[in-house]
Protein backbone atom coordinates (compact mmCIF):
# COMPACT_ATOMS: atom_id res chain seq x y z
CA UNK A 1 0.00 0.00 0.00
CA UNK A 2 1.55 3.23 -0.80
CA UNK A 3 2.31 5.28 2.30
CA UNK A 4 0.77 9.32 1.79
CA UNK A 5 0.06 11.48 -0.76
CA UNK A 6 2.27 13.50 -3.45
CA UNK A 7 0.95 17.04 -3.65
CA UNK A 8 0.44 18.33 -6.96
CA UNK A 9 0.05 15.46 -9.31
CA UNK A 10 1.21 17.48 -12.03
CA UNK A 11 3.14 20.57 -12.11
CA UNK A 12 3.90 22.50 -15.37
CA UNK A 13 6.37 25.58 -14.93
CA UNK A 14 8.24 27.16 -17.16
CA UNK A 15 12.37 27.50 -17.57
CA UNK A 16 14.04 29.07 -14.34
CA UNK A 17 11.03 29.01 -12.68
CA UNK A 18 11.26 27.17 -9.16
CA UNK A 19 9.71 24.03 -8.92
CA UNK A 20 7.80 22.74 -5.24
CA UNK A 21 6.33 18.95 -5.08
CA UNK A 22 5.07 18.12 -0.82
CA UNK A 23 4.57 14.82 0.42
CA UNK A 24 2.13 13.21 3.23
CA UNK A 25 2.85 9.96 4.70
CA UNK A 26 1.45 8.33 7.65
CA UNK A 27 3.44 6.16 9.91
CA UNK A 28 6.42 6.98 11.84
CA UNK A 29 9.75 7.06 9.83
CA UNK A 30 13.81 7.23 9.95
CA UNK A 31 14.22 8.91 6.91
CA UNK A 32 12.47 9.96 3.82
CA UNK A 33 13.92 9.75 0.10
CA UNK A 34 13.25 11.68 -2.75
CA UNK A 35 13.83 10.11 -6.71
CA UNK A 36 13.50 10.68 -10.40
CA UNK A 37 12.07 8.97 -12.53
CA UNK A 38 12.52 9.39 -16.51
CA UNK A 39 10.31 7.95 -19.02
CA UNK A 40 8.87 4.82 -16.83
CA UNK A 41 12.31 3.52 -16.00
CA UNK A 42 14.63 3.36 -13.25
CA UNK A 43 14.77 5.66 -10.33
CA UNK A 44 17.59 8.05 -9.48
CA UNK A 45 18.37 8.94 -5.94
CA UNK A 46 18.28 12.55 -5.26
CA UNK A 47 18.62 13.11 -1.50
CA UNK A 48 18.00 11.29 1.80
CA UNK A 49 16.73 13.21 4.74
CA UNK A 50 16.77 11.77 8.00
CA UNK A 51 14.03 12.27 10.71
CA UNK A 52 16.13 14.21 12.94
CA UNK A 53 16.98 16.51 10.09
CA UNK A 54 14.59 19.49 8.99
CA UNK A 55 15.94 20.56 6.17
CA UNK A 56 18.97 19.45 3.65
CA UNK A 57 19.98 20.88 -0.18
CA UNK A 58 21.89 19.45 -2.88
CA UNK A 59 22.95 21.67 -5.46
CA UNK A 60 19.61 23.27 -6.69
CA UNK A 61 17.30 20.93 -4.74
CA UNK A 62 16.05 21.43 -1.22
CA UNK A 63 14.31 19.28 1.04
CA UNK A 64 12.26 20.25 4.16
CA UNK A 65 11.06 17.62 6.65
CA UNK A 66 8.24 18.52 9.28
CA UNK A 67 8.09 15.22 11.28
CA UNK A 68 4.82 16.57 13.14
CA UNK A 69 2.70 17.23 10.36
CA UNK A 70 4.12 14.22 8.56
CA UNK A 71 4.90 16.10 5.61
CA UNK A 72 8.09 16.79 3.16
CA UNK A 73 8.92 19.01 0.39
CA UNK A 74 11.06 19.24 -2.58
CA UNK A 75 11.86 22.77 -4.01
CA UNK A 76 13.68 22.82 -7.13
CA UNK A 77 14.89 26.04 -8.31
CA UNK A 78 15.91 27.54 -11.47
CA UNK A 79 14.27 24.72 -13.40
CA UNK A 80 15.73 23.23 -16.64
CA UNK A 81 14.06 21.06 -19.08
CA UNK A 82 15.75 18.43 -18.69
CA UNK A 83 14.30 18.78 -14.85
CA UNK A 84 11.73 17.26 -16.97
CA UNK A 85 10.30 14.01 -14.83
CA UNK A 86 8.14 12.42 -12.35
CA UNK A 87 9.45 12.72 -8.65
CA UNK A 88 8.64 10.22 -6.20
CA UNK A 89 8.98 10.15 -2.21
CA UNK A 90 9.41 7.49 -0.30
CA UNK A 91 9.98 6.59 3.32
CA UNK A 92 11.54 4.35 5.49
CA UNK A 93 11.05 3.24 8.92
CA UNK A 94 13.40 2.08 11.83
CA UNK A 95 12.74 -1.57 12.74
CA UNK A 96 11.77 -3.16 9.78
CA UNK A 97 14.35 -4.22 6.62
CA UNK A 98 14.99 -0.94 5.35
CA UNK A 99 11.90 -1.43 1.99
CA UNK A 100 11.43 2.24 1.04
CA UNK A 101 7.09 2.96 0.62
CA UNK A 102 6.68 5.29 -1.72
CA UNK A 103 4.31 7.82 -2.49
CA UNK A 104 2.26 8.13 -5.69
CA UNK A 105 4.68 10.89 -7.15
CA UNK A 106 4.22 13.92 -9.05
CA UNK A 107 4.88 14.64 -12.97
CA UNK A 108 6.79 17.44 -13.46
CA UNK A 109 7.05 19.32 -16.97
CA UNK A 110 9.22 21.91 -17.41
CA UNK A 111 8.95 24.28 -20.75
CA UNK A 112 11.77 25.54 -22.83
CA UNK B 1 29.73 -3.27 -13.25
CA UNK B 2 29.16 0.23 -11.16
CA UNK B 3 25.43 0.58 -11.07
CA UNK B 4 22.42 -2.24 -10.57
CA UNK B 5 21.50 -4.11 -13.66
CA UNK B 6 18.53 -5.80 -14.69
CA UNK B 7 17.68 -8.33 -17.51
CA UNK B 8 16.09 -8.15 -19.68
CA UNK B 9 15.05 -5.29 -20.28
CA UNK B 10 11.20 -5.87 -21.89
CA UNK B 11 9.50 -9.50 -22.00
CA UNK B 12 6.11 -10.20 -23.75
CA UNK B 13 4.82 -13.42 -22.41
CA UNK B 14 1.66 -15.37 -22.86
CA UNK B 15 -1.01 -15.67 -20.16
CA UNK B 16 0.07 -19.40 -18.16
CA UNK B 17 3.62 -19.28 -18.76
CA UNK B 18 6.39 -18.61 -16.70
CA UNK B 19 8.66 -15.77 -16.52
CA UNK B 20 12.49 -15.49 -14.59
CA UNK B 21 13.47 -11.41 -13.79
CA UNK B 22 17.21 -11.35 -13.48
CA UNK B 23 18.78 -8.45 -10.92
CA UNK B 24 22.68 -8.03 -10.65
CA UNK B 25 23.21 -5.58 -7.78
CA UNK B 26 25.96 -3.58 -6.95
CA UNK B 27 28.77 -5.46 -6.16
CA UNK B 28 29.40 -5.44 -2.06
CA UNK B 29 25.82 -4.61 -1.73
CA UNK B 30 24.33 -6.74 0.92
CA UNK B 31 20.79 -5.86 0.85
CA UNK B 32 18.72 -5.76 -2.21
CA UNK B 33 15.32 -5.41 -2.90
CA UNK B 34 12.65 -5.73 -5.53
CA UNK B 35 9.72 -3.69 -6.32
CA UNK B 36 6.74 -3.77 -8.79
CA UNK B 37 5.18 -0.15 -10.66
CA UNK B 38 1.76 -0.39 -12.34
CA UNK B 39 -0.50 2.11 -13.26
CA UNK B 40 -3.09 0.90 -10.79
CA UNK B 41 -0.64 0.45 -8.00
CA UNK B 42 2.08 2.78 -8.39
CA UNK B 43 5.07 1.67 -7.17
CA UNK B 44 4.88 -1.79 -4.76
CA UNK B 45 7.79 -3.30 -2.30
CA UNK B 46 7.67 -7.24 -3.06
CA UNK B 47 10.61 -8.51 -1.38
CA UNK B 48 13.87 -7.71 0.32
CA UNK B 49 17.18 -9.76 0.74
CA UNK B 50 19.98 -9.65 3.52
CA UNK B 51 22.56 -12.12 1.81
CA UNK B 52 21.08 -15.01 0.75
CA UNK B 53 18.12 -14.81 2.91
CA UNK B 54 14.49 -13.19 2.41
CA UNK B 55 13.61 -11.65 5.83
CA UNK B 56 10.78 -9.92 4.58
CA UNK B 57 9.06 -11.19 1.74
CA UNK B 58 5.25 -9.50 2.87
CA UNK B 59 4.75 -7.88 -0.62
CA UNK B 60 4.56 -10.95 -3.01
CA UNK B 61 0.82 -10.44 -3.87
CA UNK B 62 0.68 -14.23 -4.39
CA UNK B 63 2.36 -17.34 -4.04
CA UNK B 64 2.88 -17.51 -7.56
CA UNK B 65 5.92 -15.31 -7.02
CA UNK B 66 8.74 -16.51 -5.64
CA UNK B 67 12.95 -14.50 -5.41
CA UNK B 68 15.91 -16.25 -4.68
CA UNK B 69 19.51 -15.12 -4.30
CA UNK B 70 22.95 -16.81 -4.64
CA UNK B 71 25.97 -15.80 -3.65
CA UNK B 72 25.08 -12.67 -2.32
CA UNK B 73 24.68 -10.97 -5.18
CA UNK B 74 23.04 -11.94 -8.33
CA UNK B 75 18.65 -12.80 -7.54
CA UNK B 76 15.97 -14.21 -9.75
CA UNK B 77 12.26 -13.12 -9.47
CA UNK B 78 10.16 -15.69 -10.85
CA UNK B 79 6.39 -15.72 -11.36
CA UNK B 80 4.70 -18.60 -12.13
CA UNK B 81 1.35 -19.39 -13.87
CA UNK B 82 1.52 -15.34 -15.34
CA UNK B 83 -1.77 -13.31 -15.45
CA UNK B 84 -2.25 -9.99 -17.59
CA UNK B 85 -2.17 -8.17 -14.09
CA UNK B 86 1.04 -9.29 -13.41
CA UNK B 87 1.91 -6.74 -16.44
CA UNK B 88 4.15 -4.50 -14.57
CA UNK B 89 7.97 -2.82 -14.29
CA UNK B 90 9.72 -4.58 -12.19
CA UNK B 91 12.53 -2.82 -10.35
CA UNK B 92 15.55 -3.80 -8.57
CA UNK B 93 17.83 -2.07 -6.22
CA UNK B 94 20.23 -2.43 -3.81
CA UNK B 95 21.88 -1.05 -1.08
CA UNK B 96 25.12 -1.14 1.36
CA UNK B 97 23.61 -2.70 4.43
CA UNK B 98 19.93 -3.03 4.73
CA UNK B 99 18.47 -3.59 7.78
CA UNK B 100 16.44 -0.55 8.43
CA UNK B 101 19.28 1.85 8.25
CA UNK B 102 19.02 5.02 6.57
CA UNK B 103 20.66 4.85 3.38
CA UNK B 104 19.98 5.18 -0.42
CA UNK B 105 18.92 2.66 -2.32
CA UNK B 106 20.42 2.15 -5.92
CA UNK B 107 17.68 1.37 -8.67
CA UNK B 108 18.24 -0.60 -11.85
CA UNK B 109 16.39 0.33 -15.21
CA UNK B 110 13.83 -2.09 -14.98
CA UNK B 111 12.02 -5.41 -16.51
CA UNK B 112 9.14 -3.86 -18.38
CA UNK B 113 6.71 -7.07 -18.53
CA UNK B 114 3.95 -7.50 -20.84
CA UNK B 115 1.41 -10.42 -20.17
CA UNK B 116 -1.09 -11.03 -23.35
Known amino acids: SQQGEEDPQALSIQEGENATMNCSYK?????LQWYRQNSGRGLVHLIL?????REKHSGRLRVTLDTSKKSSSLLITASRAADTASYFC????????????FGQGTTLQVKP | GAGVSQSPSNKVTEKGKDVELRCDPI?????LYWYRQSLGQGLEFLIY????????KSGLPSDRFSAERTGGSVSTLTIQRTQQEDSAVYLC??????????????FGPGTRLLVL
Open chain 2, 49 to 56: FQGNSAPD
Open chain 1, 27 to 31: TSINN
Open chain 2, 27 to 31: SGHTA
Open chain 2, 93 to 106: ASSLAGGGWPETQY
Open chain 1, 90 to 101: ATGSTGNTGKLI
Open chain 1, 49 to 53: IRSNE
